[in-house]
């Protein structure tokens, strides 16, 4: 039984070592318990998807809410699924900053990343958009 979770969180310590540290982390423990998806990085904010067994979605999810490293953890989406959508990432990287704001502008108000202000969908698309645009490093 697979599923999808979607969360938006603000960073604690936003310099580049800390979000570096966050994905090392992520993958060498996403590698083993069967885990894929996307951080998305960007004003000081993460928009993350994760995709794996329930149990093992669960219990990340109840981890990632209890890490210090970030706040204001907002559960976005959440559902049951047939097939991953980021099956290729162990846990893929977008830096928005190095982007053309345009991909984030056709999905908000503004150019920024702000999953806060919009549907838990509407950050699904922009993250597919994303991913469809080859904007994501990390491939394993
Ligand atoms: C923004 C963010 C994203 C994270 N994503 C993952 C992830 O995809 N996989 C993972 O194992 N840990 C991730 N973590 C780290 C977990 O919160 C937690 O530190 C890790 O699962 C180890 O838990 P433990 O130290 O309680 O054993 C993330 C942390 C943050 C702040």
Redesign the pocket.
Known sequence: MLVRLLYA?RAVDTSPAAIEA?LQ??RS??TTSG?T?I?CYGGGV?L?A?EGGRNAISE?YG??QR?A??KDVVLLHYEEIAERRFGGWT?GQVNLSRLNASTVLKYSEKPELDPYAVSGKVSLALLEELMATAAIVGRP
Request: proline share 0%; glycine share 6%.
């Open positions: 969180s966050i982390q992520s423990h996403n885990i998806g951080l993460f993350q994760i990340l981890h990632i890490d490293r970030h846990m």
